[in-house]
């Protein structure tokens, strides 16, 4: 984590003084805030290398930050974990399903946060790499001969933009349903389990509840419109992209 920008947004003066020492400690560029405002303000114009933000907070809440990074092109790919005192499944779907890459309920345990980041950051820092900068050069083991794009009936997954199209209209899709939608079209017909996907998309050591792959399939379908059925669950087991 040499050298890294972190951004940290958090109301709790202990928290922020107690996180900041710790990254500093793994020789991170630490920035932290106690205003949500401020942080975002931070993230536009620095672009760190990852951000770790509270939920709760006085001026903007954690949720909407995430929302307004992952509709941003320029900062999108950011990692985002999300920090809260509230500790229900229905939140942690939620922070998912809105695009944060991560998840973890207070007290924080620090040790658990950096690994977490470092995960995460190496996995992105790994699509990003030049030889191997889309998410269809990593499935290249399991099908060497597949082109810059997918196609399949009326849907088109651009592999080098990162975009993914429905008779020609671009969808609206974070980037967490975009590697889903494309693992799916890369082998359509193929059922992935839950456990699958997760591993797949985040790898083996990633932590986030199989429920989340459920949220992500809703949003997706809803994206899909009329043709949501594209996506086909298959009881007691998993999902495909129908053939």
Same mark, same amino acid.
């Given at each position: 984590?040499?050298?890294?920008?972190?951004?940290?947004?958090?109301?709790?003066?202990?928290?922020l003084?107690?996180?900041?020492?710790? #990254?500093?400690?793994?020789?991170?560029?630490? *920035?932290? #805030?106690?205003?949500?405002?401020?942080?975002?303000?931070? @993230?536009?114009?620095?672009?760190?290398?990852?951000?770790?933000?509270?939920?709760?907070?006085? =001026? @903007?809440?954690?949720?909407?930050i995430?929302?307004?990074?992952?509709?941003?092109?320029?900062?999108?790919?950011?990692? #985002?974990?999300?920090?809260?005192?509230?500790?229900?499944?229905?939140?942690?779907?939620?922070?998912?399903?809105? /695009?944060?890459?991560?998840?973890?309920?207070?007290?924080?345990?620090?040790?658990?946060?950096?690994?977490?980041?470092?995960?995460?950051? +190496?996995? !992105?820092?790994?699509?990003?790499?030049?030889?191997?900068?889309?998410? %269809? =050069?990593?499935?290249?083991?399991?099908?060497?001969?597949?082109?810059?794009?997918? %196609?399949?009936? %009326?849907?088109?997954?651009?592999?080098?933009?990162?975009?993914?199209?429905?008779d020609?209209?671009?969808?609206?899709?974070?980037?967490?349903?975009f590697?889903?939608? *494309?693992?799916?079209?890369?082998?359509? /017909? +193929?059922?992935?389990?839950?456990?699958?996907? @997760?591993?797949?998309?985040?790898?083996?050591d990633? @932590?986030?509840?199989? !429920?989340?792959?459920?949220?992500?399939?809703?949003?997706?379908?809803?994206?899909? $419109?009329?043709?949501?059925?594209?996506?086909?669950?298959?009881?007691?087991? $998993?999902?495909?992209?129908?053939?």
């Open positions: 984590m040499k050298d890294a920008t972190i951004t940290i947004i958090d109301d709790e003066k202990d928290i003084e107690l996180l900041k020492y710790n #990254f500093e400690k793994e020789r991170a560029n630490t *920035h932290t #805030f106690s205003s949500g405002y401020a942080g975002l303000e931070f @993230i536009k114009k620095n672009k760190p290398d990852a951000v770790i933000c509270d939920w709760m907070l006085e =001026d @903007i809440d954690g949720i909407e995430c929302k307004i990074v992952k509709k941003d092109r320029a900062l999108e790919n950011i990692p #985002f974990i999300m920090l809260t005192a509230r500790s229900d499944e229905i939140d942690a779907v939620t922070a998912l399903e809105l /695009g944060a890459d991560d998840f973890l309920s207070k007290p924080v345990r620090i040790k658990e946060l950096i690994s977490r980041v470092k995960k995460i950051m +190496k996995h !992105r820092s790994n699509v990003q790499k030049p030889k191997k900068n889309t998410i %269809n =050069d990593a499935l290249k083991e399991e099908d060497p001969k597949e082109e810059h794009s997918i %196609n399949f009936k %009326n849907l088109m997954v651009d592999t080098e933009k990162y975009k993914v199209y429905i020609n209209h671009e969808l609206d899709l974070t980037y967490s349903e590697k889903l939608i *494309h693992l799916l079209a890369n082998k359509p /017909g +193929k059922v992935f389990t839950r456990n699958q996907i @997760i591993e797949k998309l985040n790898g083996f990633y @932590i986030v509840t199989e !429920r989340s792959i459920d949220v992500q399939i809703v949003g997706l379908r809803k994206k899909l $419109g009329k043709y949501k059925d594209y996506l086909e669950t298959v009881r007691g087991v $998993g999902y495909r992209l129908g053939d």
